[in-house]
DNA sequence: CTCGGTTCAGGAACCGATTCCAGATCAATG
DNA sequence: CATTGATCTGGAATCGGTTCCTGAACCGAG
């Protein structure tokens, strides 16, 4: 309710000489800040933000777009930028579009223009939509999580090394029948899910084992991976001793199945994800972890630094997963004996 | 870049009259108006909304508070929301405050004293908190989703009935050894938790039974439904023949966790959730349905009423959950001949 | 004592819209 | 034909801050 004015003039000073003193820009004596601040707080004043951003240019907001909200990863994500966010003392808008609906257009067309903050998060966005172009048709800095974009700054796991070595750690205790769970993804995991299948293709292909029949299309999703198991391991012949998800979602949806179908795990079936979500542990689930969260965090320090500069040439962040070892892992039946070397160690 | 003065100039008019023209409000001749509209879209014109909002009192922002983002319900509350305010135009800002962070305490006294939104949506509120006439205090219309408080509009499922009706639905089955599973909950959800149990407790008492070593302490997840029902069903002697989970993540949780131990579900145990939960359906889940997404789209709805009309009173919605039978429930054994009366039918 | 540089203060312009108000035009009415 | 009321327009004020710029006071150095 009450403006500055109000503050200045109980303070007994100009306007300019309160804005001056509360921003802490400028020339203001001791004790006429003293008194400024005294009187902003009898006051209760909390700056109005439409007139601070219209008159520096700046929002103090940053937009965060992402296809759901609803999944892992994207809610991981979200709740990284916010902490980081907060403590810089930053807004947070959202714009959640998922990019079958058609809000989306809408969003890129009247809201991304508004420019309502100072910068954007991109989290997962695909490239074969055509949509980067118009993100950096706005002239923000533009920093994503996940996607491709070489002309954005971009932090993101390293898809196909993780799946490689989620391969490598099966074939590694003797496994010779790996079969891949996930792919063919419709969303918006379709660059995610095709890298690391490539991951582990390779992986395959380097060990000199065929990638069979490997991946089974199915959602990316508990109940996707559970049906995706149940088709893969229904038939008892030819049955694949081990599996790599492509997340731990899809990995716990076929660790569920496999037991339904009265297969154990790891003595019958080795399945291996990629995440460390919320349910590895209780599955015992052997993955490799990504921390959603911290790239976030780490988005927005980026962000930060390129808003600070503009000039900032974007770079490329890739993490390389750990492997966590748990008990849904282990040697084939009857190669009990074969010597576990790659254990817990990061490599 | 380019603002409505210059947009006026090209179609050789005054500011006033543009402003006119493209907001719709006061009287402009046809054919200017077309004029400047035309000038608009030649030059890409995009209001500068902190102008805007300073100049109308008007941010076309809604704020939305959330304890978590990563918890299915409240993911889905917020994609309902999201997708409601995007058909209207008006921007989400969020504020992710877990209670026990200390973030927390800065969103109320420097965020939402910013005021940069026309409304609010407090999404699962705890009552004990003394944060609400915090929220009173910013004088912008608030809607609840979930949570208590009677000075603000509130929508919320009947807990109370959901985990009566749940119950009641395994007495009707012939079950009378009815074990809870939920309860205890140390987080955000410990008065929905309160609430649902009561409920259990009202229905075992009206049918004359014991709510027995009822209720577990357990995380509000999948892995605390594990844990939980690992404890509850570990000893066979006096095993309860079904239970009512505080929500679907903890039954499902309970159902992996039963199948582990050997039990039969529902031949030897019968669960119950209360959400309709992704997963639901993928484990034949019986349960009571409550749709979040719907939630957040009239919490919106309100909200936009109560910013129409800021002397409305506050209204309380109770929505009544859907019962949905599925295969997780059955007659206790021996009692195969039990006449199911309750069926789908919604109560 | 004077000069130059630094510190301090406030008036005024500005950010980019909306809206009040006064004046002009125009059609209809008595 | 004069009057009224509705329609149309643009200049100016306003929203609530920040910042430029000018001027005064103060300081130590020459």
Not at 25 to 42: I, L, N, Q, W
Not at 180 to 208: N, S
Not at 223 to 236: E, K, M, N, Q
Request: proline share 5%; with cysteine.
């Amino acid at each position: 309710m009450s403006g500055i004015s109000d503050v200045a003039k109980l303070a007994g000073v100009g306007k300019a000489t309160a804005s001056r003193a509360l921003t802490g820009r400028g020339y203001v004596s001791e004790p006429t800040k003293v008194r400024v601040e005294e009187a902003a707080r009898t006051l209760g004043y909390v700056p109005s933000t439409s007139a601070v951003s219209l008159a520096t240019g700046r929002t103090q907001n940053i937009g965060v777009l992402m296809p759901y909200v609803t999944r892992w990863f994207f809610a991981e994500v979200l709740e990284g930028i916010q902490a980081a966010l907060i403590e810089r003392g930053l807004d947070l808008t959202l714009y959640d579009a998922n990019p079958t609906s058609a809000g989306r257009r809408q969003i890129f067309e009247h809201y991304l223009a508004r420019k309502r903050f100072d910068g954007l998060i991109a989290v997962g966005l695909e490239p074969e939509l055509e949509e980067l172009p118009l993100l950096m048709a706005i002239g923000k800095p533009v920093v994503g999580v996940v996607g491709e974009g070489s002309e954005t700054s971009v932090i993101e796991i390293d898809d196909h090394n993780a799946a490689r070595r989620a391969t490598d750690h099966l074939i590694t205790l003797g496994h010779r029948r790996i079969a891949f769970v996930g792919g063919g993804a419709e969303d918006f995991w379709a660059h995610v899910d095709r890298r690391r299948l490539e991951g582990y293709r390779q992986a395959m292909a380097t060990a000199g084992l065929a990638h069979e029949a490997a991946h089974t299309p199915s959602r990316i999703s508990l109940p996707g991976g559970y049906a995706a198991a149940v088709d893969l391991l229904g038939t008892s012949e030819g049955r694949p001793t081990a599996v790599v998800a492509v997340c731990d979602e899809v990995a716990v949806g076929a660790i569920i199945a496999a037991r339904r179908l009265g297969i154990s795990v790891p003595a019958d079936l080795s399945v291996v994800g990629i995440d460390d979500h919320e349910y590895a542990e209780t599955f015992a689930l052997t993955t490799l972890e990504q921390k959603p969260r911290q790239q976030g965090v780490k988005a927005v320090e980026l962000l930060m630094s390129e808003i600070a500069d503009p000039s900032r040439p974007p770079v490329h962040i890739t993490l390389q997963p750990r492997l966590i070892v748990r008990a849904s892992t282990a040697p084939p039946r009857g190669m009990g004996s074969v010597i576990r070397t790659d254990s817990t160690f990061d490599a």
